[in-house]
C-alpha cells in the first residue's frame, strides 16, 4: 500500500504591510508563521505608503521565507505546493509576493490565493473541527464582508460595507484623534474607559438587509471635532 505524504505548503503574504510566510501541514496545522511587520515605518505617515511598502518587502520577502523553512524543520524539497496571495491588495506589494513565489516554486505546483478568501479559510486553522457550511463576517483593512461559506471555496456575499469599510474608518479617525496608526487597537483602547454617551454619533441605514456604512459615522467624528475647535473646545 502507497504510503500517504504529508501535504506541506508554504504559503507566501504580501498583500499589504506585512511580509509574512509560513508552512502549513495538511491544511490545518501551522508549523511557522513568520511576519515582517511595517507598521513603526508607516505610523509616521498616519497610514501605509504602497511604494515605501513595496520596497521594504523587497529588502524583507527572501529572510522571512527562509526563516519559516526553518522553524518549521523542512527544506523547500519537503515542501509540496507554493501559495500566494495574488489579491486584492496594494499592487506593488503583490507583485513583489508573486515574483518572489514563482522564484521559489521552481517545479513545483504555484497556487495564487485570493485575499479574502484566505481570510475565510484562516479560521479552519484556528478551529480544526471546523466544516462548511457557516456564516462569517470579515473584516480586513478596505474589506467589510458577510458571507455565507457553503462549501469549501464556494461563498455567497449576503452583505458588505457600501463605502468606507471598518478597518479605514479607524484609521481616519484615530488619525483626527491623534490616537496614532494602526486606528483599531488604538480606538478599541481608548474605548475601554470611555462614555458610551458622551457624543450622539448617527446610526447608518443603508440599502440592502445586510450592507453596512461607515463612511458617514467616520464624517460625524470629523464634524464633531472641528467644530469643538472652532469653539475652542477641547475634544475628550
Not at 505608503?49 to 523587497?58: L, T
Not at 523553512?69 to 509576493?97: H, K, N, R, S
Not at 464582508?145 to 469599510?165: P, S
Amino acid at each position: 500500500m502507497k504510503e500517504i505524504r504529508d501535504i506541506n505548503i508554504l504559503a507566501i503574504e504580501s498583500s499589504c504591510d506585512e511580509t509574512a510566510a509560513s508552512v502549513v501541514k495538511n491544511g490545518r496545522e501551522v508549523l511557522s508563521n513568520v511576519i515582517s511587520s511595517q507598521i513603526a515605518l508607516h505610523t509616521q505617515f498616519g497610514g501605509v505608503v504602497p511604494e515605501i511598502a513595496s520596497r521594504k518587502h523587497i529588502e524583507k520577502i527572501n529572510q522571512v521565507i527562509e526563516q519559516a523553512l526553518a522553524d518549521a524543520g523542512v527544506t523547500l524539497e519537503d515542501i509540496t505546493a507554493i501559495g500566494v496571495t495574488y489579491g486584492p491588495g496594494l499592487v506593488g506589494a503583490l507583485l513583489v509576493g508573486v515574483a518572489e513565489a514563482k522564484a521559489w516554486a521552481a517545479k513545483k505546483p504555484l497556487v495564487g490565493v485570493h485575499h479574502i478568501e484566505g481570510h475565510v479559510s484562516a479560521n479552519y486553522i484556528e478551529h480544526p473541527d471546523l466544516e462548511p457550511p457557516f456564516v462569517c463576517l470579515i473584516v480586513s483593512g478596505g474589506h467589510t464582508h458577510l458571507v455565507v461559506v457553503k462549501d469549501y471555496g464556494e461563498f455567497e456575499i449576503l452583505g458588505r460595507t457600501r463605502d468606507d469599510a471598518a478597518g479605514e474608518a479607524f484609521d481616519k479617525v484615530a488619525r483626527t484623534l491623534g490616537l496614532g496608526y494602526p486606528g483599531g487597537p488604538a480606538i478599541s483602547k481608548a474605548a475601554r474607559g470611555g462614555d458610551p454617551k458622551a457624543y450622539k454619533l448617527p446610526v447608518p441605514h443603508v440599502e440592502g438587509k445586510y450592507n453596512v456604512s461607515f463612511s458617514g459615522l467616520k464624517t460625524a467624528v470629523l464634524n464633531a471635532v472641528n467644530q469643538a475647535e472652532m469653539r475652542g473646545e477641547t475634544v475628550n
